[in-house]
């Protein structure tokens, strides 16, 4: 069952032996912090207004009134979410939720709310942190839900790529792949509680370090239900002919249409993995070893830097400069020649190799053993969202933001971007921690996110983050990075996107809405108007 | 000197030797085909109308009305414009050549025309081979030339970028980064005679097979002037921040604004290269291995697959089913353990090692011996252009042309575009030959390229080619192919571009020309309108 306050599935939740340890060591760390624990409201008490609207009779079967389904479907999963979820304040509820079964039901959907100018929201998974889907705004509003349409519908073995409904999650893609032995390997955080339709509308970055990082690059083609019509691109492996038709709908964030079906590029599952971690004893050094491996053409499956502090967080691992972990994995051949070469760079800076593990791999990443550092560091990575909510029960601030910047402008965004959160962190927490990892490595620069710790004020938990964030996202923006590398702009980041979006193309962006969308009932908020 | 009329400089033209010999050839290929050297007007006796416009005192530095000048400026170099440039037929010349040395230059040349309501077409080597630089309407029309803005103006050796004004050649980008130790290392067949911006307007391939092939992947940010005002992205890595704005001007083909200047990705020169020539039998299998090779997570450097007429006409080697030219290049590594794991998969499907080649590269593909089939074909491929002037000259049709198609679609495509290609050229040329290669290989697709030869009648060649083009277009697409991998859509491509388009994009892509271009100026019949 989804929780509709907090991250991902109630059972899934910390255990109580979890939770203790948590707990025990956040005394540690935050003495004095007051430790309550705010349980979370009955969704069914929280006295939500009647829906302002109702369905015509056409679409009723597809519509659903229930509070906690609108409770459930009122935010994403960001910090700040999940804050104000626990104090029971629910500002915006969508008055409807909407489950098409099959394209005509979005088609229907959309002619509806267009010609009511109704807004409508896109519904993937609901794992937003940026304010995504979230009514920002007065008025009537229907969530439309896509995870009825679920289906792996077509599988090119070939070409390797299958044509696949929006509104599947994760693990259901994989599978629904698996006989074929083909994988999308797309695995963002969210992994479990987000849907291909989300991915492909926020640019969602997965878990690979290097080459295919984006969702953007694993997409042959797309089907897109707009107001002035659907939208269906040719299955190419590439093409020169004119601007990308997929390109504007890649990032659109629910703005220009509802994306129902894509062609995505798959891969063999892999067969060999090597996963090391290397420790070095300078930041700088270990920084210079990356940006070297990220050029040398190898392409890491991981290549995943965590400062002192992130490794020591996460990965149990306590190291002077910095943590590597480093993977290379192939379905078609051993891994050695790329793995050793990138070990060699790694030393000529330092690094020193302290744990080795080969295997063969699922590649669903999530069956690690915990029996070495890197390990230990992608058990916590998928763990860390509901470690957050307990976290955030007690009223702790426990939040990360992300950027992207190029090589030569790394030192400066990065000294920008922890002096303005330890300023923040200790003007509204009095004390707390920063820590940094990349989580992409491109040839031309680093993806670095940061998490955030620091002990909050119940029952302003989402004003004390608001500020932090502000502060970070002017670093980020005077110093050249972007306002988000993976965790799309929604409603939160707008300020920071509007500075960051040259003019003139938020000139043609406004003008192709205007054409898709002429009655501005997608996604309010989000982007643009 | 760059000749008006054809391909290239007028001093690398085929000399007398080597026309002899491609006459000789040809006549064995062609009996009874007419052989005479229809040689080039003289373009100061064209008899052009003389400027319908001038243009302002400020501007009027900028301007050249010289007749060979326009003369030079009126079409491409495909082999329709190099057909129709011989009989002396210039039926639409622009008025002006403007040459900014600035960007407010460009800027000030925008306001003019958009406030006059004159056409303009933003040109940079002029070497398109689709009609996109070619004024085909009338009225009068200004020819805006950026070859002057020709300076590496920025070098980051940290993030391996540079900041590049658009009117830069091939070779003097290369020349210009070479103290550096950096290569843009964008090799198209008309890398000397092409320019950065019209790479990144046409979304150029480049001469590498896999991984990076289009411009766009190399491209950090982009400053464009449009009408509406300079749209500049900012230099990342990579990005969630909404649709891409580069996405939008990558491909626009002169219809948003002009690209003035780029950050583009650079590259270490290589230092280690392997080249290795496979023979195979049978072309399904030699396909078979290209797409094997192309899903393993090698990206090799080359992976030119040429069929057996492909590697006879260019590469001198008679094979059977195939030949695959296949190299793997390193800046930081020896690459045996690459090419060894490709040529292994190679021999699995039959494939034969019948030359192999290592050097110290100055990755200027313009180098090689010509020792052996691949160093054959890469000779022939850079002289290809010249040796189809010498052919036009005497009445031959020869041109090429290019898709992509997914794996599982090339049989279809193959089979539906070689017949079309046979049947047109046997009902209007007699006799004649088709030849294909692969010039770029993905995981999903590869990218045929076809080369037509054929005996034409002088002085119509122009339409019988139009005849073969449509025929074979048709073909492209009724089986799913992109009307252009990388040769761009200009004039040429339009009836089939917009079949392949989706009408929403283009409605959305039509609004966001508007609002960039509300004069409707910037190369008009161009994508739209």
Redesign the interface.
Known sequence: MRSWWGWGAVEEALSEQETHALVSRLAALMPGHDLTDHQPPDPAALGLAAPRINPPTSLAALCSADPVDRAGHARGKAFRDVARNLTGRLDHVPDLIARPRREQDVVDLLDWCAREQIPVIPYGGGSSVVGGVEPRFDGPVVTVDLTAMSAVLEI?E????ARIQAGVLGPSVEDQLRPSGLTLRHFPQSFGFSTLGGWLA????GHYATLY??I?ELT?SLR?V?P??????????????????D???????GT??IITEAWM?L??RPRWQVTVSIAFEDWPAAVVAT?TIA?????PANCRLLDPAEAFLNAGASVGGGLLVLAFE????PVD??LN?AVEIASDHGGVVTSRRERETEASGRKDDAADPAGNWRSAFLRMPYQRDALVRRGVIAETFET??????FDALHTAVTEAARAAIERICGTGAVTCRFT?V??????PYYGIYGGGRWGSLDTQWDEIKAAVSDAISAT??????????GRD?RPW?DR??????A??????K???DPAGVLNPGV?LG
Chains 1, 2 share one sequence.
């Open positions: 090119d070939v070409s390797r790529a926020t640019r969602s970055g990082t984006h953007d042959e897109v707009t002035a019509g659907v939208s269906e691109s040719r299955r190419l492996p590439g093409s020169g002919a004119g601007p990308s038709p390109r504007l709908f890649l990032g659109s964030e220009l249409g590029r891969q063999h940006r050029q040398a053409g190898l392409y192939s379905a078609d051949h020649a790329w070469r992207a910047c190029t090589w030569d402008g992409h491109y040839p031309d620069g680093p993806a050249g990075g972007t306002i988000t590398h993976h965790h799309a702009v980041h996107y960051q979006r040259p003019d003139a193309f000139a043609a962006l406004r003008a192709a205007s054409a898709l982007l």
